[in-house]
C-alpha cells in the first residue's frame, strides 16, 4: 500500500491529493488569521506556485507530502511534510522537516498533524524533525514568539501567539531563534556608519559598492549564487542552493527589486559580497486580500508608491573577507538611499542568535530587535 494513502486513513487527517485539497491546504490560513489586524494576506498565485513541484525548482531535490486535518467537516489545520535531499546531503544528516504549518487553537489538532508528519518522514529513514521550512531556506522560516503587534515585513512569517507553546507541547523543542532588527531613521547612528566606512576602506583597499545591474541581471544572480553558497556554507541550517533556484528567486524578485538597495561589494573587480534589501511590498499586500484580480493590480500600482520601509533579505559575504565590516558597509549604503527617498525605517533580518557580530553592527548602528521567531527540533525514534 502506498504510505501516503496508509496514513491519510487516520482519523481527522487527509493527505492532499486533490485539487480541492490543494485550494483547501492554501486558502486555510486567510481565514484562520481574518480577525488578525497585521496578518498580512499572500499572493494566492504565489502560493500555488511554491507549492507546486512543476513550477518550483525546490522539489527537483526534494519531496513533500501536504496534509490537511479536520474537525467537523471543518479544515482546523494544516501541515507539510519535506524531505530536503539537498540538506541531509549538504550536513551528512538524515533530517527532515516540517513546514506550513498553522492550526486552530486546539492541541488534540495539532498532536495529529506532527503525528502523520513525523510518521510520513521515518517511512523515508529520517531519524529528526526539524522546522519549520516553507519548504526551504530562501523561503520564509520560522515560527513567530516575539513581536506580535508589528506587521511582518516582505518574505517574512506571522503566527499565532499561542504556537510556540502548542509545538512544544507536541515534543518538538527550541533548536534557534531568528531575530528581525528595526532600524529607525529618526535614530539611526549615521556617525557611527561613516566611521565604519573609514575602517573597512581602509582594511580593505580596492574596495567598491555598486548597484546591481538590472540590464546584465542573469549575469548578477549567478554572482549572488555563487557568493551566497561561500558566505553561508558554515551557518546554521545552510544547504547548497541550486542555480535554479537562485534564477527562479530572481525573476520573482526582480519585478520589485530597487537598485537603490540592491548592492555588490567587489575588491579591485571581484565579487566578495551581496546586500539584497527590498521595498516592505506587505504595505500594499495588506491592502490586497491574496489577488490581484479584478483591481488588485490597480491597488499595488497605486500604493507601492506610499512604501516607506526596506527590509534586507539576502546578504553574504565570502569567508575571506568576513569580520572586516562589509555587512556594515552594504547596510549602510541602502540606509543611506532609503533615507534621501523619504523612507522611515528598515528591517534587518532574519539574524541567527548565534550571529553575534553582525547582532553587534545592526545595535550599534541604532537597531533594536522587533521580532523573534524559532526554528524546533525533535529526534525521531
Keep these: 500500500m502506498d504510505a501516503n494513502s496508509d496514513l491519510s486513513n487516520l482519523k481527522g487527517v487527509a493527505f492532499v491529493s486533490t485539487e480541492e485539497e490543494r485550494r483547501q491546504f492554501i486558502d486555510f490560513p486567510y481565514r484562520h488569521y481574518a480577525d488578525d489586524p497585521v496578518w498580512v494576506p499572500p499572493l494566492k498565485i504565489q502560493q500555488k506556485d511554491l507549492l507546486n513541484p512543476q513550477k518550483n525548482p525546490f522539489f527537483k531535490d526534494a519531496e513533500m507530502a501536504l496534509f490537511l486535518a479536520y474537525d467537523n467537516g ?39 498533524l506532527f ?40 518574505m517574512m512569517p506571522h503566527s499565532k501567539p499561542y504556537y510556540d507553546e502548542m509545538i512544544q507541547k ?36 580596492g574596495i567598491e559598492v555598486r548597484k546591481v545591474n538590472l540590464r546584465k541581471f542573469d549575469d548578477e544572480v549567478r554572482i549572488i549564487h555563487d557568493v551566497f553558497n561561500r558566505a553561508w556554507a558554515k551557518n546554521w541550517g545552510f544547504y547548497e542552493i541550486s542555480m535554479d533556484t537562485f534564477i527562479h528567486l530572481g525573476k ?24 539584497i534589501a527590498l521595498p516592505d511590498y506587505n504595505q500594499v499586500f495588506a491592502k490586497l486580500d491574496g489577488t490581484l484580480f479584478p483591481t488588485g493590480l490597480f491597488k499595488l500600482l497605486w500604493h ?9 533579505a ?66 525521531l525514534v
Design 74 to 112: 471543518k479544515v482546523a489545520g494544516r501541515i507539510a511534510a519535506i524531505h530536503n535531499h539537498a540538506y541531509n546531503r549538504h550536513n551528512n544528516d538524515t533530517a527532515g522537516f516540517f513546514g506550513f504549518f498553522e492550526c486552530n487553537e486546539n492541541q488534540f489538532v495539532a498532536d495529529l
Design 115 to 154: 503525528r502523520v508528519v513525523r510518521d510520513w518522514l521515518k517511512l523515508r529513514g529520517c531519524t529528526k524533525l526539524l522546522g519549520p521550512m516553507n519548504p526551504g531556506l530562501l523561503d520564509e522560516i520560522g515560527i513567530q514568539i516575539e513581536g506580535f503587534e508589528h506587521r511582518p515585513a516582505v
Design 170 to 205: 507536541t515534543g518538538l523543542k527550541k533548536e534557534m531563534d531568528l531575530f528581525a532588527y528595526r532600524v529607525l531613521s529618526s535614530t539611526v547612528r549615521f556617525d557611527r556608519m561613516d566611521r565604519a566606512l573609514e575602517i573597512v576602506k581602509k582594511r580593505t583597499p
Design 252 to 275: 520573482e524578485l526582480k519585478m520589485i527589486i530597487d537598485t537603490d538597495y540592491a548592492h555588490v561589494a567587489e575588491v579591485n573587480g571581484e565579487p566578495v559580497a551581496f546586500s
Design 304 to 312: 507601492r508608491r506610499k512604501i516607506n520601509s526596506i527590509r534586507t
Design 314 to 379: 539576502l546578504m553574504g559575504v565570502i569567508p575571506e573577507y568576513q569580520g572586516r565590516g562589509i555587512d556594515a558597509l552594504l547596510t549602510r549604503e541602502s540606509m543611506v538611499n532609503g533615507l534621501g527617498r523619504g523612507f522611515v525605517s528598515a528591517e534587518v533580518g532574519w539574524l541567527l542568535e548565534t550571529n553575534t557580530g553582525i547582532l553587534r553592527v545592526v545595535e550599534r548602528i541604532g537597531g533594536y530587535k522587533e521580532k523573534t521567531y524559532r526554528m524546533y527540533g525533535q529526534p
